[in-house]
């Protein structure tokens, strides 16, 4: 197999394992929107995973398991344990509320090298239970996993009703992250809309652009001044900040990992066999029951075309900040999710909030005491 793309060497694949969740927040859309078919079994996914892997032997290929909530699907570990014998690196994004057990005592699950434990958390206490439940139970999952010598990823989606008490989180982060000796990443999301589903009432819990990037802005001095164990990342503030220096801007362009969007070739399998571009795509075929050598050939070959360069928007010089396709900012929601109807109009305004806050004082503010001094 020859990918004709610049990025034929990395390969990143979604495995969404159910859409049933415990947890009901307010601004999800996968849950709206279960299969009419039922769930792969795990004899299933191995049975179509196989030739996959076959196909795509001399890559290196990550494998993504998500939701609803994918351990709600029993054959989420046996899964994660069959692709460690493929040596596939994978990752899990959990809502925390149930753990299995193999997850704290298996020592796969503790090489950073091959397994990452995203982990969601909207705030703490009261910023989290705006959206979601039981923040005692996932605190404890979440020090729990810590404590196993497991370093999870705080996912974290803002809204209307936590912006403000986002803080709360970092001061929390910090101090299990002091306790532990480990510095923790938060990532932070604005919520989005859905391309697929009209969320009600989604407008009175959506976002302005300009409040979530000062508030954004904000936290990011007080965590390089105050919070040392945490590492803060915020969608459509990192990436406008590294770009500001040239050997960052073509990292970024050719390895960005923007939730797997700018890996340059990725796909996700749904639970029921359908494959998509990614999450937010329409399925452009199934394989649940046909995935012969041939099947999974044309399947690729198609995917190559959807995602070669010529077929990605060549017309916003913003492109290599939202995965180098229109996937990451309209179908993932966030155009929609700050009130703008094209991507165009949200990036050019994101690159005008970073020059309206100056970019050489973004630049002093955000380099490490260290990385000045390197640069002096």
């Known amino acids: 197999m020859v990918f004709s793309n610049l990025y034929k060497k990395d390969l990143y694949v979604g495995l969404e394992m159910t ?15 279960p299969h009419k078919e039922t769930e792969m079994t795990v004899d299933e996914w191995i049975s179509m995973l196989n030739p996959i892997l076959k196909y795509l032997k001399g890559y290196s290929v990550s494998m993504h398991f998500a939701g609803g909530e994918p351990f709600l699907y029993e054959g989420t570990v046996p ?31 503790r090489d950073e090298s091959q397994f990452c434990f995203n982990i969601s958390l909207d705030g703490a206490r009261q910023g989290h239970e705006t959206s979601r439940l039981n923040f005692d139970r996932v605190s404890h999952n979440f020090e729990k996993l ?39 990443a938060i990532d932070v999301q604005p919520v989005g809309g859905s391309p697929h ?74 639970a029921n066999g359908d494959v998509a571009r990614c999450e937010m795509d329409n399925p452009i075929g199934n394989l649940r029951h046909r995935h012969k050598d041939k099947d999974i050939e044309k399947l690729f070959q198609r995917l190559e075309m959807l995602n070669s360069p ?23 929601g966030y155009t929609s999710g700050f009130g703008y109807t094209n991507c165009v109009s949200l990036m050019r305004d994101v690159e005008k909030w970073h020059i309206d806050h100056s970019t050489a004082a973004i630049v002093s503010e955000y380099l490490l005491p260290e990385e000045k001094h390197a640069k002096q």
């Open 310 to 332: 010529l077929k990605r928007c060549i017309f916003c010089k913003y492109r290599w900040s939202c995965g180098m396709c229109r996937l990451s900012p309209v179908m993932h």
């Open 79 to 109: 899964l994660m344990k069959f692709l460690n014998i493929w040596n596939v690196n994978t990752s899990v994004v959990s809502n925390g509320l149930e753990v299995p057990h193999e997850i704290f005592s298996e020592p796969m699950f």
């Open 146 to 184: 810590i404590g196993s010598k497991i370093i999870p990823v705080v996912r974290t989606t803002a809204h209307r009703k936590n912006l403000l008490l986002i803080e709360e989180l970092f001061r929390y982060v910090n101090e299990v992250g002091k306790r532990f000796q480990q510095k923790i």
């Open 19 to 33: 859409r049933r969740c415990n947890m009901s927040c307010f601004y999800c859309h996968v849950r709206r929107q």
């Open 197 to 270: 589903l009209v969320i009600n009432d989604f407008d009175s819990f959506r976002l302005n652009l300009d409040e979530y990037l000062s508030v954004a802005w904000d936290i990011h001095l007080k965590v390089l001044k105050e919070y040392p164990y945490v590492n803060s990342r915020w969608r459509f503030l990192d990436e406008m900040i590294f770009s500001f220096f040239p050997e960052s801007r073509q990292m970024i362009s050719e390895k960005g990992a923007i939730f797997g969007c700018a890996g340059g070739f990725s796909f996700e399998i749904h």
